[in-house]
C-alpha cells in the first residue's frame, strides 16, 4: 500500500474543521462522520490514515464506508481502493461485492470484478448473493464479453439465484446491452417474476436498436408505466429522428403520464432544437424556471443547445451566464461554443474556450469539433491550426478523424487546398467520404476543376454508392458551364436507380410544423403561396436581384424555365408561407435539410431588405442571419 507521511497534527484540525456536530464525536460516528466530510483525495489520505492507527479499518462496516468513498466519489480512485481491499484481512461478501460494483462501472477496469468474483467462488468459503451477480451481469453487459457472462449465468444458477428477480432483470439487461434483445426477450418470457424494471429494461432493448415499432408495442403492452419508461421511449424517437413524435408522446404524458424528470426534458429539448421549435422550448424552460424540475448541468447544456439551435443564440448565452453555479461540467461549455460555431460567431466561440480554461474545466474531444468549426465559419485558419495542434501537446486529446475533417474543411474553405490534401495523406487513420467529400466542397467553392475530378473518382472507388459525392461532382461541372459532363454524372445517378435526396424545408406556426418539398403542391393554401411567389419574386427583380443558375437542374434550356425551378426550392416556399401568415416585423425561422444553394442565399438576402424581416435559416451545415439584404455567414458557408 506504500508509506503514509505523519500527518496527526493536520488530522485534528481536518476533524474539528470539517466535523458536521458540535463537541465530541460518538465513537462510532467519529469515523463514519469523517468520511462523510472529505471533500478531496487529500482529506481521504488523512481519513485513511486515522482508520489505521485506530485499527478501525478491520471493522467491515468503517471499511466499506471508506471504500465506497474512494470508488465512487468524484474525487476518488478506483486504483486506490483496489490497494486498501488488498491489504485487508478476510473481508467478508459484503467488500468483495462493493469492489465487485466498483468495477464494473469503469470501462477500463471491468475484468477486474471476475478476478474478484473468481476468488470469491474458489479460495474463499464465501457464497455469492443476488447483489454479487447484480453487479457482474452490469459489468459483463458494460465491457466484458458473452463468454463471460454465460459464466457467471451458470453461476447463478448453481446457487439458486436463477429466478430472482433482480439477477433476472440484470440478465435481461446485459443481453439487451449487447444488442441481443430477442436473447433478452426469451429471459423475459422465462421469468418467473417479473416488475416494472423488466418491462423498462426490454422497452429500453428495443430503443437501443432503433426498433421503435417493437419499443412503442411493448411500451403498450406494459400493465403500469413510470417517469423511466415514458422517458425512454420518447428518448428513442429523438434517437431515430422522430421528433414530431417524440413532441406528440411528450404531451400525452403531461395529460396522462407521471412528472416528466430532467431525463425527459432533455430528450424533449433534443426535439425541440431539431424542429426550431421554439415556443415548446420555451415553455418547457418556464416549467423547469417554475421548480417543477431540479436544473442539472445535462438540462442547462439543453436548454442552451434548443435555444441556439432555435436562432437566439444571445438567448442562449444568457441562459449559460445565469447558469454559473452549473458550469464546473463540460457540457453547458459545449453546448454555447456550438451555438456561437454554429451562427458564425466565431470570435465569441473562442472567448467563451478562454474563459472555460480560466475557469479551469477540462475540455474533451467534443469542445475541439465545435472550436475548430467556429474557425471554419469564421476563416480563422491561424487559430484553427493552433487549437488543433494544442489537443495532445495541451490536453492530452489525441485528434479523431471529426477534428481532422474539420481541419480539412477549414484549409479548404480558406483555399488552403494543398495543405488539405496533405493533411489528409498525414492522418494515421483511413479517411473516408465525409472527409474526401469536405475537401471536394472546397473544389466546388474555389473552382478547381483538376482536383475536384480526381477526388471525385477517389470517392466514387470508396463508395460507388455515395450519392453525395455524385451530387457535388455534378454542381462543379454546373457552376463552370461544363454542363454536358453534368450531365452525364446525374445520368449516371438515375441509371443506378439511386436519387437525391430532396429539399424539405420546416416553418412552425402557432405550434404547427409546415413542411415543403422542391415544387411542392400538397399544401392547403398552395394557390395564395404561389401567387404570392410570382409577386414576391417581381419585387426582388426591381430590388436588382438576378437568379443563379449554378445548381439549377441540368436538362432545362430555357433560361425562363430555369428561373421557374429556381423559384420552388423548398426554403423559397417556406419563407413566402411566412411572409403570408405573419406580422410585419416578425422574425421567420427556416429549417433546411439540405445545404442552402447559392441563389436561395442571394435570393433570402433580398427578401430581408424588400420585407424588412429578419430570417433565420438553419440548414445541414450552419445558421444564417439575413438581416437587411446581409447575412450573417458574410457570404461564405
Not at 486498501?84 to 462501472?105: C, E, G, R, W, Y
Request: glycine residues 8%; aromatic residues 10%; hydrophobic residues 40%.
Amino acid at each position: 500500500m506504500g508509506h503514509w507521511p505523519n500527518i496527526s497534527p493536520i488530522l485534528t484540525v481536518t476533524m474539528k474543521r470539517c466535523s458536521p456536530f458540535k463537541g465530541p464525536f460518538p465513537s462510532y460516528h467519529k469515523p463514519i462522520s469523517l468520511l462523510d466530510s472529505c471533500k478531496s483525495m487529500e482529506q481521504i489520505k488523512q481519513a485513511h490514515a486515522h482508520l489505521i492507527t485506530t485499527g478501525l479499518l478491520l471493522s467491515p462496516i468503517r471499511a466499506n464506508k471508506f471504500l465506497e468513498k474512494l470508488a465512487f466519489s468524484s474525487f476518488g480512485s478506483i486504483l486506490y481502493a483496489r490497494q486498501v481491499f488488498d491489504q485487508i484481512p478476510f473481508p467478508d461478501l459484503f467488500l468483495h461485492n462493493t469492489m465487485i460494483k466498483a468495477h464494473s462501472l469503469s470501462s477500463t477496469s471491468s475484468y477486474n470484478s471476475m478476478i474478484i468474483f473468481r476468488s470469491v467462488v474458489r479460495g474463499l468459503s464465501l457464497t455469492p448473493n443476488r447483489y454479487t451477480f447484480v453487479f457482474l451481469f452490469k459489468a459483463c453487459g458494460n465491457s466484458l464479453g458473452l463468454l463471460e457472462g454465460e459464466q457467471v449465468r451458470v453461476h447463478a444458477i448453481k446457487v439458486g439465484m436463477e429466478n430472482n428477480v433482480f439477477v433476472t432483470n440484470a440478465l435481461i439487461g446485459m443481453y439487451a446491452n449487447w444488442g441481443l434483445v430477442e436473447e433478452a426477450r426469451r429471459m423475459f418470457d422465462c421469468s418467473v417474476e417479473r416488475d416494472l424494471y423488466s418491462w423498462n429494461i426490454m422497452v429500453g432493448g428495443y430503443v437501443g436498436t432503433g426498433d421503435m415499432d417493437r419499443a412503442l408495442e411493448w411500451f403498450d403492452r406494459m400493465p403500469e408505466r413510470d417517469v423511466v419508461s415514458w422517458s425512454t421511449i420518447i428518448a428513442g424517437y429523438v434517437q431515430v429522428g422522430c421528433f414530431l413524435e417524440a413532441l406528440d408522446l411528450f404531451h400525452k404524458m403531461l395529460q396522462i403520464g407521471p412528472k416528466p424528470n430532467e431525463f425527459t426534458l432533455v430528450s424533449v429539448l433534443a426535439a425541440c432544437a431539431n424542429l426550431v421549435a421554439l415556443d415548446q422550448g420555451r415553455w418547457i424552460h418556464v416549467y423547469i424556471e417554475r421548480g417543477e424540475i431540479k436544473m442539472n448541468e445535462q438540462l442547462l447544456a439543453s436548454l442552451i443547445d434548443m435555444y441556439a439551435k432555435c436562432g437566439q443564440i444571445e438567448f442562449a448565452s444568457k441562459v449559460f451566464c445565469n447558469g454559473r453555479g452549473l458550469r464546473r461540467k463540460v457540457w453547458p461549455w459545449n453546448a454555447v461554443i456550438g451555438g456561437f460555431s454554429m451562427h458564425g460567431k466565431s470570435k465569441e466561440a473562442i472567448e467563451i474556450f478562454e474563459q472555460m480554461k480560466l475557469e479551469k474545466v477540462s475540455p474533451n474531444k467534443v469542445t475541439f469539433i465545435a472550436m475548430l468549426n467556429a474557425c471554419s465559419h469564421g476563416n480563422m485558419v491561424d487559430e484553427g491550426r493552433g487549437y488543433f495542434e494544442s489537443m495532445a501537446s495541451c490536453y492530452g486529446i489525441e485528434p479523431e478523424i471529426e477534428h481532422y475533417g474539420c481541419m480539412v474543411d477549414l484549409l479548404g474553405r480558406a483555399g488552403f487546398l494543398d495543405e488539405a490534401e496533405e493533411i489528409i495523406s498525414s492522418m494515421p487513420m483511413a479517411p473516408d467520404a465525409a472527409i474526401w467529400g469536405a475537401l471536394l466542397g472546397a473544389c466546388r467553392i474555389h473552382k478547381d476543376m483538376e482536383r475536384g475530378e480526381r477526388i471525385g473518382k477517389i470517392l466514387k472507388e470508396m463508395d460507388p454508392n455515395h450519392i453525395g459525392c455524385c451530387v457535388l461532382l455534378a454542381n462543379i461541372y454546373s457552376a463552370s458551364r461544363r454542363w454536358n459532363e453534368a450531365k452525364v454524372v446525374r445520368e449516371e445517378i438515375e441509371l443506378n436507380g439511386r436519387k437525391k435526396i430532396p429539399g424539405c424545408s420546416s416553418i412552425e406556426l402557432n405550434g404547427v410544423f409546415h413542411q415543403f418539398l422542391v415544387g411542392d403542391r400538397s399544401h392547403p393554401q398552395t394557390k395564395q403561396l404561389y401567387l404570392f411567389l410570382d409577386e414576391m419574386t417581381t419585387k426582388l427583380k426591381i430590388a436588382g436581384y438576378v437568379p443563379q443558375f449554378g445548381d439549377v437542374l441540368l436538362d432545362i434550356d430555357d433560361e425562363e424555365d430555369k428561373e421557374t425551378a429556381l423559384s420552388k426550392h423548398s426554403e423559397k416556399l417556406a419563407i413566402a408561407f411566412g411572409l403570408m401568415n405573419t406580422a410585419p416585423q416578425t422574425p421567420i425561422r427556416i429549417v433546411k435539410n439540405l445545404r442552402v444553394c447559392g441563389d436561395c442565399h442571394e435570393a433570402t438576402k433580398f427578401i430581408s431588405k424588400v420585407y424588412d424581416r429578419e430570417i433565420i435559416v438553419r440548414d445541414r451545415i450552419r445558421y444564417h442571419h439575413f438581416k437587411k439584404g446581409i447575412c450573417s455567414c458574410k457570404d461564405c458557408w
